[in-house]
């Protein structure tokens, strides 16, 4: 089973997406429709059908910016005040401009989004400012109408094929070298443009139930993204801006105050109080969340136990069908019951993803790279908070340029030396018949991110984390041996893992100053330092192979912030009525 | 260093009577985000699918994509 197979092959393309969960469907469609006679190839590691974040659908567009209930003006500048200023705005308004077209495409592909009883979109509001979350009614069928819509376009399609890394000619992307999962045999793709929607870093923490892939996102997402855009030579930014989200505890699914909230649901204390002001998923709201933890009033519970039973089965209708299904069998293993007890919540492993933070590779407004011809979008690039409509929508804009600039290049001459070079490297771990696996390598090194990464961070701990790191990238490099193709597949993704985890480290020592609350807490920096840190931090890979890192400016605004809307974000805490308050302090 | 054989008790089920994998269907296989599951020979000759990689994200596919309703997903033991 999963024998490893001695073989290579190339072939070529115009545009060559890497990922086909969200983005990577949408950027091959729109690639292939700029120029129909572009060949278009969407390699996936999985199987297209039902891959990525969304494998299982999803339950409600939650940054939705629709006419009449919402501006691109409006959603920016709630997007920069929720990512504490740290926000190219461009790329975030023409998101904003450009997602209801996206809707509207989704909606003739057939899914649809709910309605109220005049025929307008049912728009929610979950933000703290604005007004951007709307269910999708039957939004367990995203995956299929994508596939029919990919097979419509003739998209050529690789399923199990995982890219490795990235081909560079003439100082511009060439293409990728990828391995087939299960038989380990070898595809050069030439390219002349490459779009990588390779999804978040979602197996950087361990999560606390101990199971390596009980992890919040997909852990098929390894953030192979992030390492191979990093060995290209791209710039990644703000990567110390940590994904850590409120989910229900042990399972580490999303407790869903998105779909709760609007039907009054809410995150309270072990009190039932409510605590926060707003449910929507911020480093603010999560700094809050942490402290009522750690306070005598933790642990944090979702609360739907006050409401009409009828309002609670439409929840549990949404909840047990999509993005996460086994949401209901895990309660119901537990013997909880919405209508009677809240249920339990925790704070997610740490990760990389834009979808939620602003980790990711440093892309501009047509999601192109600091790497000519290579593009990101999705959850691996840094575009912030931009979810799954995000990932459609600037997976389209990469779509759109990358079909153009493909229209105009030839393919870019590069050194075969590459391709040997990675060969001897994805290979190395097949070639010993002692040594550690791949699983005992990826559990300590997640183990370490959490004993010396988790916010909140501590100078001297990430020392002693990078240290503990390279003892365990030597056991990688030097010790790491599997069985079959399958194993070299997650021998592949644990060295993405370790590379991640090295970047994380990195880049969280670099910004000396508090940003984005939990996320990136410094605990012997705290508070902002706008004088010095009002800044993007890019992590690049020097000419000597190191982690090198700079400050890059933010570029000027095209949406003012005034000033007294700034801290809006840093409001999140309820507060207590006096009397309350008076009788705390007795 | 040496290595051992460690039992682990994994959560995807699935009913053999139902399964049609001996008539070719790998829909399970296929749907897989984390390629866990492998067609597999059984003692009657016949064939059925199994996890047979403990990495299961509990995610669902196998099961609602399976059109005999032979695939069973439960809570992996260490989180349920």
């Known amino acids: ?586 | 260093m040496p290595l051992a054989e460690t039992l682990t008790s994994v959560p995807v089920v699935v009913d053999d009577d139902k399964c049609i994998a001996s008539k070719g269907c790998t829909v399970c296989v296929d749907v897989c985000p984390l390629d866990v599951l492998r067609i597999v020979d059984l003692s009657d000759g016949t064939k059925s699918a199994r996890m047979v990689y403990d990495e299961c994200w509990y995610c669902m596919p196998c099961q609602a994509d399976c059109p005999t309703s032979a695939v069973t997903v439960s809570i992996p033991y260490l989180l349920k």
């Open chain 1, 1 to 586: 089973m999963d024998d490893i197979k001695q073989g290579s092959s190339q072939i070529e393309c115009d545009v060559l997406v890497l990922g086909g969960g969200t983005a990577g469907p949408m950027a091959a469609l729109k690639a292939k429709k700029q120029n129909p006679k572009a060949n278009v190839v969407l390699l996936e590691k999985a199987n297209v059908k039902r891959s990525g974040a969304i494998c299982m659908g999803m339950d409600g567009l939650n940054n939705a910016v629709i006419p009449g209930y919402a501006t691109p003006e409006q959603y920016t500048k709630e997007i920069t005040i929720a990512n504490d200023g740290i926000v190219d705005q461009e790329a975030v308004y023409r998101y904003a401009a450009g997602c209801y077209e996206i809707i509207e495409e989704l909606d003739r592909f057939g899914i649809r989004f709910q309605k109220d009883q005049n025929g307008e979109y049912d728009v929610k509001k979950v933000h703290h400012i604005g007004t951007y979350v709307l269910p999708m009614p039957n939004g367990d069928t995203v995956k299929k109408a994508l596939y029919r819509q990919l097979r419509k376009a003739r998209i050529n399609i690789s399923n199990r094929y995982m890219a490795t890394r990235l081909l560079k000619g003439e100082d511009r992307i060439a293409g990728a070298i990828c391995v087939n999962t299960r038989t380990a045999e070898f595809l050069t793709i030439k390219a002349k443009s490459v779009i990588m929607c390779m999804g978040a870093a979602g197996r950087l923490g361990l999560p606390s139930s101990g199971y390596l892939y009980g992890t919040y996102e997909n852990p098929v997402n390894s953030g192979d993204g992030y390492a191979m855009a990093y060995h290209a030579g791209a710039d990644l930014a703000n990567l110390e801006c940590f994904q850590i989200n409120p989910l229900i505890k042990d399972y580490n699914g999303p407790a869903c105050a998105y779909v709760a909230g609007p039907l009054g649901g809410y995150t309270a204390n072990g009190d039932g109080d409510r605590f926060i002001e707003c449910d929507y998923w911020s480093g603010q709201m999560m700094q809050e969340f942490y402290d009522e933890l750690q306070s005598g009033k933790g642990p944090v519970f979702l609360k739907l136990n006050h409401l009409a039973d009828e309002t609670v089965a439409e929840i549990e209708r949404t909840l047990h069908i999509v993005e996460r299904p086994s949401r209901g069998l895990f309660h119901e293993g537990r013997g909880t019951d919405y209508r009677k007890q809240m249920i339990e919540m925790h704070i997610s492993e740490i990760g990389f993803c834009s979808g939620h933070s602003a980790s990711g590779v440093y892309v501009d407004e047509n999601a192109r790279t600091s790497v000519q011809g290579l593009y990101a979008a999705g959850d691996m690039a840094n575009v912030p908070h931009n979810y799954m409509l995000g990932a459609f929508t600037n997976g389209g804009y990469a779509g759109l340029d990358a079909a153009q600039y493909s229209a105009d290049v030839d393919f870019a001459r590069f050194d075969e030396e590459q391709i040997e070079i990675e060969k001897a490297r994805v290979l190395a771990p097949t070639k010993r018949s002692d040594g550690l696996p791949p699983n005992q390598i990826e559990y300590k090194i997640r183990r370490l991110v959490n004993d010396y990464l988790q916010p909140p961070k501590v100078t001297r701990k990430i020392e002693l984390g990078l240290a503990r790191f390279a003892e365990a990238r030597e056991d990688l490099e030097q010790s790491m041996m599997v069985s079959n193709s399958h194993e070299l597949m997650r021998a592949l993704e644990v060295a993405s893992v370790m590379d991640c985890a090295e970047m994380a480290a990195h880049a969280s020592l670099y910004r000396k100053e508090s940003r984005w609350g939990l996320y990136h807490n410094r605990v012997e920096y705290a508070g902002k330092n706008d004088e010095e840190w009002f800044c993007h931090t890019l992590l690049s890979k020097s000419d000597s192979g190191e982690y090198s890192l700079r400050k890059q400016d933010v570029k000027p605004y095209i949406v003012d912030i005034e000033e007294h809307e700034r801290d809006a974000y840093e409001h999140q805490r309820v507060k207590s009525e006096p009397a309350v308050a008076a009788a705390s302090t007795l």
